[in-house]
């Protein structure tokens, strides 16, 4: 009876220890696997330019808008021809003119409008100073309008400007003598006469051959008399294109 006694106790024993192992290991085998979970980064941030599938472009670094940015740009205007002389309080241009418009901005520059008599022109234009030109031939008058904006949508206040194109006539001639600086009445009545002899003229559908005669005492007259040479070169400028 001893020996089997004995027998039970290592029986025991031994299923203490198995029971005693699988409450170590149960417990581990029953606690879940980790996993490393994918995340996706950030969306980038800017708005210049998407991809299409809602997403941004990486944020501005090079001719970027500063958020306060809040001084409008400024442009200057300028009128060149080959002829130009006063009509009627307007300035007159023959047989075109260019507008030459230089923008400015502290920042940088989005576009140079004008506007002329309704026709819009838009340039589109980056940096600090830009240029921008337009040649108008069309004669008549030209109500313009010309301003600038910059990268953060800051307007300027429109300047305009009304100029005319066309080609000069006699009564043009006449004012020109007439406003010149001829210092002499005598003087100034004899061209007189000669341009309303070169009306009478071309009025009997002949050449205006006094406009010849005339050409030659305004180059007779170059210095003399209150006369100068800017005044010269315009008057004999306006008689070429009259006969032209």
């Not at 980064?41 to 599938?53: T, Y």
């Amino acid at each position: 009876m001893k020996p089997v006694s004995r027998n039970r106790r290592k029986i025991v024993g031994g299923t203490l220890v198995a029971t005693g192992l699988i409450a170590l290991i149960v417990p581990f085998l029953l606690i879940p696997s980790i996993q490393p979970v994918a995340t996706s980064p950030p969306p980038p941030r800017g708005n210049h330019g998407g991809g299409g599938n809602g997403g941004t472009s990486p944020t501005c670094s090079i001719n970027c808008a500063r958020s306060n940015d809040n001084q409008p740009p400024e442009t200057a205007g300028q009128i060149t021809g080959s002829i130009h002389w006063p009509r009627e309080n307007v300035q007159f241009y023959y047989p075109n003119f260019t507008i030459t418009l230089h923008a400015v901005d502290d920042e940088n520059l989005s576009s140079i409008i004008i506007n002329d008599t309704g026709t819009v022109t838009d340039f589109h234009v980056r940096g600090r100073t830009s240029l921008a030109t337009i040649t108008v031939t069309a004669n008549g008058l030209h109500k313009l309008s010309y301003y600038s904006t910059d990268q953060a949508g800051n307007k300027e206040v429109p300047h305009h400007a009304i100029v005319g194109l066309a080609k000069p006539d006699l009564s043009d001639l006449q004012s020109l003598i007439a406003n010149s600086g001829i210092d002499n009445a005598g003087i100034k009545n004899a061209l007189t006469v000669k341009i309303e002899s070169a009306r009478d003229q071309l009025a009997m559908n002949h050449s205006p051959v006094a406009l010849n005669t005339l050409s030659n005492q305004i180059n007779s007259l170059e210095g003399k008399h209150g006369l100068d040479q800017a005044q010269v070169d315009l008057i004999l400028a306006v008689i070429r294109s009259i006969t032209a």
